[in-house]
């Protein structure tokens, strides 16, 4: 049988809680998740939207090659990754956390970087 750390018995005992209040109060937890919803609708998508069809077409069209040939030399040293991903923290950086995050998934899913690498320009994109 499992031995169960504490950490995981605090993320249980909050979760039983949090599912206590939501069910004890429907109607605030409804309110809040429309907030959200209504924020996400409202800002975060439509301000992430064009930055990522951008950047996938970048990326279909051969623009990450190409940057990967003129400043991929100084990023791949920069952050040890290879000179074709040069693209994805660029794309972190100036457009956001779930573009670059994007980027790094379409290159890996075309084969053009290794799981080990997706796994550092993850992080890498993320850096604000």
């Known amino acids: 049988m499992k031995k ?12 039983a809680i ?3 209040a939501i069910l004890k109060k429907p109607d605030i ?3 809040y ?12 998508i439509p301000s992430l939207f064009p930055f990522s069809v951008l950047s996938a077409l970048f990326i279909d069209m051969g623009g990450a ?3 990967g040939r003129f400043a991929g030399g100084v990023v791949s040293r920069l952050f040890g990754i290879s000179r ?17 995050a994007m980027a790094a998934s379409k290159l890996y899913r075309r ?3 290794s799981v080990r690498e ?10 604000p």
């Open 4 to 15: 169960t750390s504490a950490g995981e018995a605090f993320l249980l005992c909050f979760s």
């Open 111 to 113: 084969g053009e970087i």
């Open 29 to 31: 937890a409804i309110g």
């Open 84 to 100: 074709v991903s040069a693209f994805v923290p660029l794309a972190g950086m100036l457009c956001g956390f779930p573009v670059g």
């Open 33 to 44: 998740m429309r907030s959200g919803l209504t924020l996400c609708a409202q800002r975060v």
């Open 118 to 127: 997706l796994q550092r320009l993850l992080i890498i994109s993320g850096i």
């Open 65 to 67: 090659d190409l940057l």
């Open 18 to 20: 949090l599912i206590y």
